[in-house]
């Protein structure tokens, strides 16, 4: 099997240089729609897939994001591993705008836990999410980013907040409090499906801003998000090409055998229709 490489960021983010044989893809999934088609090709000499986190236009909503059928496309074309870009507000006077946090966990305050797993329907697994980034790919992308001179903070946490506004005072004030780095509203979902899908999954996240909590610097909006995202954009294009570079031709970190152990219920007892939904990820299981 021809194992690739999965990028999830801007609609901006595919137009990097060397990025060849571009098709435009669209996959059906049992779960829905997905957030656009899947740019495909080749980049680093390796078979990349692309999709634009919003839809091409910025069209979705972080609550609207469909992040299990995002992730079972992903893993129905092969993906194995899933490099993640994304605008984050600052929580810590040391991430500036213009950093990129490798954060390593995640604090959820969505209220959307059920969409966020592949399982029920008669299948139950529990995986272990305790350290819910893939290290292996992390590591990679902290020596890329050094390469590349970013000004990169090793490790971190990312509280997913729900939108889509921005948040209070109040809840920043909260936040930055509590000693949490930097906050989004995307990541968690991802990282959450991509693990139940044995998929490697680590996070570039793009510090646009100071959120709110910091009154000495103006609150965020959305022009201050773009202007800072588009002056990041050229390094964090360098960055993914070279963590795309190092990754091994085949799957075999702890993350593409999570399900091991994960899934409480008997075989004999998994319904035929949740099987067939999930042939893509139950596969090895079958």
Same mark, same amino acid.
């Given at each position: 099997?021809?194992?690739?490489?999965?990028?999830?960021?801007?609609?901006?983010?595919?137009?990097?240089?060397?990025?060849?044989?571009?098709?435009?893809? +669209?996959?059906?999934?049992?779960?829905?729609?997905?957030?656009?088609?899947?740019?495909?090709?080749?980049? +680093?000499?390796?078979?990349?897939?692309?999709?634009?986190?919003?839809?091409?236009?910025?069209?979705?909503?972080?609550?609207?994001?469909?992040?299990?059928?995002?992730?079972?496309?992903?893993?129905?074309?092969?993906?194995?591993?899933?490099?993640?870009?994304?605008?984050?507000?600052?929580?810590?006077?040391?991430?500036?705008?213009?950093?990129?946090?490798?954060?390593?966990?995640?604090?959820?305050?969505?209220?959307?836990?059920?969409?966020? %797993?592949?399982?029920?329907?008669?299948?139950?697994?529990?995986?272990?999410?305790?350290?819910?980034?893939?290290?292996?790919?992390?590591?990679?992308?902290?020596?890329?980013?050094?390469?590349?001179?970013?000004?990169?903070?090793?490790?971190?946490?990312?509280?997913?907040?729900?939108?889509?506004?921005?948040? %209070?005072?109040?809840?920043?004030?909260?936040?930055?409090?509590?000693?949490?780095?930097?906050?989004?509203?995307?990541?968690?979902?991802?990282?959450?499906?991509?693990?139940?899908?044995?998929?490697?999954?680590?996070?570039?996240?793009?510090?646009?801003?100071?959120?709110?909590?910091?009154?000495?610097? +103006?609150?965020?909006?959305?022009?201050?998000?773009? +202007?800072?995202?588009?002056?990041?954009?050229?390094?964090?294009?360098?960055?993914?090409?070279?963590?795309?570079?190092?990754?091994?031709?085949?799957?075999?970190?702890?993350?593409?055998?999570?399900?091991?152990?994960?899934?409480?219920?008997?075989?004999?007892?998994?319904?035929?229709?949740?099987?067939?939904?999930?042939?893509?990820?139950?596969?090895?299981?079958?």
């Amino acid at each position: 099997m021809n194992h690739k490489i999965g990028i999830i960021g801007g609609s901006g983010l595919y137009h990097i240089e060397g990025f060849t044989r571009q098709k435009w893809t +669209a996959v059906r999934t049992p779960f829905g729609a997905t957030s656009d088609m899947f740019l495909t090709g080749r980049l +680093a000499d390796r078979e990349v897939v692309f999709l634009p986190r919003h839809g091409r236009g910025h069209r979705i909503l972080p609550s609207e994001l469909n992040h299990s059928a995002n992730i079972w496309a992903m893993k129905r074309m092969g993906v194995a591993w899933i490099l993640s870009v994304s605008a984050v507000g600052s929580l810590q006077k040391k991430h500036r705008p213009c950093d990129i946090v490798l954060i390593d966990q995640f604090v959820d305050k969505t209220k959307r836990s059920l969409e966020h %797993t592949f399982f029920g329907s008669g299948i139950v697994a529990h995986i272990a999410f305790a350290d819910p980034i893939c290290e292996e790919l992390r590591s990679l992308a902290l020596k890329a980013a050094r390469a590349c001179k970013a000004r990169v903070h090793d490790g971190g946490t990312y509280v997913n907040m729900e939108g889509p506004a921005f948040s %209070t005072r109040a809840e920043s004030l909260t936040n930055h409090r509590a000693g949490y780095d930097v906050i989004g509203m995307t990541n968690l979902g991802e990282a959450r499906c991509a693990r139940e899908a044995e998929i490697a999954y680590a996070t570039l996240a793009m510090v646009t801003d100071y959120d709110c909590w910091k009154e000495d610097e +103006a609150h965020v909006t959305v022009e201050m998000v773009l +202007a800072n995202l588009r002056r990041n954009a050229e390094q964090a294009k360098a960055i993914v090409a070279r963590v795309i570079a190092g990754i091994p031709a085949k799957p075999g970190w702890p993350c593409h055998s999570a399900l091991r152990n994960a899934i409480m219920t008997e075989r004999s007892a998994w319904p035929a229709a949740t099987v067939r939904k999930l042939k893509p990820i139950l596969a090895p299981y079958l």
